[in-house]
């Protein structure tokens, strides 16, 4: 696999970033209560989590206080095995299977790869990017210019973008307080109501409303934090009308369910219906439904992602 080194400069020393949600963390309603209460928890058994990184390899972030973690961005690519020589060797993940799903876990959260031809970039969709934390951040840009990748340096040494097969765009940073040497951090949608985006992933997913720092500028990003990952509200995308996610090569993000039935019918109580009814993934454990945010994100419901992950992982 050939890259294209643009704009590459490596820095010799990086700062250090920490970051705890909890002090500016907004709590709207009862639920978003429970679930904040409830994230403390999750906060120090995913600590746990990804202080094992092996077994990590194959599990998710514990469930939020209403049975929700994050658990996947799923890309339609052109080619599987360039996608997986890039993930695993570019981006520091772990190729695993799920049975018929070809997956790259990162501690908390998976990559998930399908072939299928794109109709464009998340360049253009609602869904802009997500982004990776390197506890080694100038290990890994030496690593990166020695392999020639697309790696673009933002206006903080410590921050940019790397760009992938597909334009498959993640924001890279580095924080040397984390404890594994690479883990997922957010996705990042451009929104024309960010207050509505958070309560809306409130209500549906029991997100926590709050906020998260800059990295590539001074400030902070609106946010949504769940287990695993948090979800980055941005104003706008330039006065552009934005596309929605279903089809382009970031086609859509995921959130398992600890019982999926039971939460399709709690979703139609709250008068939100699904594209996709519950089904089984063929030659799986897994179940799926799928919806669309009110923004255009489609968003993939599973039940069992991981532990079909893991059984296919041992039975290799």
């Given at each position: 696999m050939q890259y294209v080194v643009s704009g590459f400069s490596r820095t010799a020393r990086q700062p250090r970033l920490?970051?705890?949600?909890?002090?500016?963390?907004?709590?709207?309603?009862?639920?978003?209560?429970?679930?904040f209460r409830s994230s403390l928890v999750v906060a120090a058994v995913t600590a746990a989590i990804v202080l094992l990184p092996q077994r990590a390899a194959a599990q998710l972030a514990p469930f939020n206080g209403v049975d929700v973690t994050f658990s996947h961005v799923h890309l339609l690519v052109s080619d599987v095995d360039g996608h997986k020589k890039f993930w695993t060797e570019v981006m520091g993940g772990k190729a695993v299977t799920g049975g018929p799903l070809e997956m790259i876990a990162f501690p908390g959260v998976y990559v998930i790869l399908s072939k299928q031809q794109a109709s464009g970039p998340p360049e253009g969709s609602v869904l802009n990017h997500f982004g990776v934390v390197y506890k080694d951040l100038p290990e890994t840009l030496a690593k990166w210019k020695a392999l020639g990748v697309d790696a673009r340096q933002g206006g903080n040494p410590n921050q940019g973008y790397v760009w992938g097969p597909d334009g498959i765009n993640i924001e890279y940073y580095g924080d040397p307080a984390i404890p594994v040497p690479v883990k997922m951090d957010h996705t990042h949608s451009f929104v024309p109501d960010i207050k509505a985006c958070q309560e809306w992933y409130r209500k549906v997913f029991g997100g926590v409303p709050g906020q998260r720092p800059r990295v590539s500028n001074p400030g902070w990003n609106e946010v949504s934090h769940f287990p695993g990952m948090t979800v980055t509200f941005a104003a706008g995308g330039g006065g552009a009308t934005l596309l929605p996610t279903r089809g382009r090569s970031l086609d859509h993000i995921g959130f398992e369910v600890k019982n999926l039935d039971a939460y399709v019918k709690k979703l139609a109580a709250l008068g939100i219906s699904v594209d996709e009814a519950p089904h089984r993934v063929p030659n799986t454990a897994i179940k799926a439904a799928f919806l669309t945010d009110p923004w255009g994100t489609r968003i993939e419901l599973t039940e069992n992602l991981a532990s079909a992950a893991r059984a296919a992982t041992r039975a290799r």
């Open positions: 920490t970051y705890n949600p909890a002090p500016h963390v907004t709590i709207t309603s009862k639920e978003a209560v429970v679930s």
